[in-house]
């Protein structure tokens, strides 16, 4: 590159930054309070809680890249625009694929990283947030317990734990049961629980049980370990297994007999996959439709406010397109070549937009007009 197109990329880096790190925050925002359940509901930390979100923050902001993309060329383009650094620039003899050449370059870095998010960053961070998920969810005394407090487990039993260690293990534990007219009183020193397909048990440690049984008579008796069932609060533990956007490539491409089974055949798998391959093609679109914008035509003193919007409604139509050509190609495997094709179309329509020959319009302004002169 040129100097000059040196800057014209610095001035379009910077804005791509802070858009990105706005979008990243928007979508941080919205995950986090997707996830909000896991403190109130699991009685879960704080690193849990932003464990899991941040670990949802790949695919976000490989959606949103493009459009931070979209709107860091937008903004760059108009300031340049305005401040005639763009006229200078072609009344030097700068062609117009110098001019759109730091914005291609910038695309096409931005392509790469974005391919990369959603080949190997993505996979690898979805499949450790479904796995600390299903291990949250499977966590009983997470899910059952607040420490400190008294939870009703269902009717008739209450359940009562001073503190609870990050393995699970609980301490000085009283559980009251009245069910079965007859009322038992448990408390044990500390206590775990032992999940497996058919049941769910809280073994208890240091423990003794008082209950009061129909005839009004008192049993009273200490054990070194003993067991409460907890199969009527707890189902059975859930497996655990990856959706499409927490498979690889190769997965996607060649689903196993399981994938298949689950969602009825390949065609979303395929979906996904080639939704991975495609995404990155639309920062090109994207950047070149912002381009069209103020290099497709001629010089405009009075704004370009009228091009924004004609540029703005152009991608987020190519977008929703997109988004409405993946669904459909989870049912029809045939619509997956459309994934492909309609960010295609955005590129090259855009490439036609900024290469037609506007000296034609002034020419036939001219003769129109040499027309009504003769008429």
Do not use: C
Not at 193 to 222: C, K, P
Not at 230 to 249: H, N, Q, T, W
Not at 317 to 324: I, S
Request: net charge neutral.
């Amino acid at each position: 590159m040129i100097l000059v197109q040196r800057y014209f990329f610095n001035q379009l880096l910077w804005p791509l930054l802070v858009a990105v790190a706005a979008f990243a925050g928007l979508a941080l925002l919205t995950q986090s309070l997707s996830n909000i359940d896991l403190i109130s509901g699991y009685s879960e930390t704080t690193f849990t809680f932003l464990k899991v979100t941040v670990l949802a923050l790949p695919q976000l902001t490989a959606l949103l890249v493009p459009l931070a993309l979209f709107v860091a060329v937008l903004s760059t383009l108009n300031r340049l625009t305005g401040d005639s650094e763009t006229v200078i620039a072609s009344a030097a003899g700068m062609s117009r694929f110098g001019l759109i050449a730091p914005i291609l370059r910038l695309a096409v870095y931005v392509m790469i990283a974005n391919l990369v998010i959603n080949l190997f960053v993505q996979p690898i961070a979805y499949r450790e947030m479904r796995r600390s998920l299903h291990a949250l969810r499977s966590d009983v005394a997470a899910s059952l317990v607040t420490p400190g407090a008294f939870t009703q487990l269902g009717s008739g039993v209450t359940m009562y734990a001073r503190e609870r260690d990050r393995d699970g293990r609980m301490h000085d534990i009283l559980i009251h049961d009245t069910r079965d007219n007859s009322q038992a009183t448990f408390t044990a020193r500390e206590g775990f629980v032992v999940r497996n397909d058919a049941s769910s048990i809280m073994v208890l440690i240091d423990a003794n049980r008082q209950e009061i049984d129909e005839a009004g008579e008192l049993f009273y008796g200490t054990f070194d370990r003993t067991e409460f069932d907890l199969g009527d609060f707890v189902g059975p533990v859930d497996a655990m297994f990856f959706k499409e956007s927490d498979r690889f490539l190769h997965e996607l491409i060649w689903p196993d007999a399981g994938t298949i089974a689950r969602t009825g055949g390949p065609e979303r798998a395929w979906a996904e996959a080639h939704y991975r391959l495609s995404a990155p093609l639309y920062n090109l679109a994207f950047a070149l439709i912002a381009a069209a914008v103020f290099l497709g035509g001629d010089h405009s003193r009075m704004g370009y406010s009228r091009r924004v919007m004609f540029g703005v409604a152009a991608g987020m139509t190519m977008r929703l397109v997109g988004f409405g050509v993946q669904s459909a190609s989870a049912d029809d495997g045939a619509m997956n070549i459309a994934q492909y094709l309609v960010p295609l179309a955005g590129i090259f329509g855009s490439i036609l937009v900024i290469y037609w020959p506007a000296r034609r319009r002034p020419k036939r302004r001219a003769n129109a007009k040499m027309a009504e002169v003769a008429a």
